[in-house]
């Protein structure tokens, strides 16, 4: 069975930090281009970052680009997402994603992923 199990979300305030984690099972870690996405209340979905798992390769949304990093631990399937100088805009659910031909810039834009997560929700106080 397929999972990616997201974790670290909470509640921070504006300036902070937080880490979030992607356990990944069931499928080809290397194989995939895994990431994050986000939907804050009544907006779309938005890609925000990803990583190519078997070069480590990183792509960023400008929204985000120097104040987030993703990483990946091939070793334990695990994709993290570093979160710092957080922004109240910041505030969304943020969701794993996996896809096995999506990779680079297009991977951000692109909604039909092989595998989802089910969430982990990150507020931003003021």
């Known amino acids: 069975e397929v999972q990616l199990v997201e974790s670290g979300g909470g509640l921070v305030q504006a300036g902070g930090s937080l880490r979030l984690s992607c356990a990944a099972s069931?499928?080809?870690?290397?194989?995939?281009?895994i990431g994050w996405f986000r939907q804050a209340p009544g907006k779309e979905r938005e890609g925000v970052s990803c990583?190519?798992?078997?070069?480590?390769?990183?792509y960023y949304a400008d929204s985000v680009k120097g104040r987030f990093t993703i990483s990946s631990d091939n070793a334990k399937n695990t994709v993290y997402l570093q979160m710092n100088s957080l922004k109240p805009e910041d505030t969304a659910v943020y969701y794993c994603?996996?896809?096995?031909?999506?990779?680079?810039?297009?991977?951000?834009?692109?909604?039909?992923?092989?595998?989802w997560g089910k969430g982990t929700l990150v507020t931003v106080s003021s």
């Open positions: 994603a996996a896809d096995k031909k999506q990779y680079g810039r297009s991977w951000l834009d692109y909604y039909g992923m092989d595998y």
């Open positions: 069931g499928f080809t870690f290397d194989d995939y281009a």
């Open positions: 990583i190519s798992t078997s070069d480590g390769n990183t």
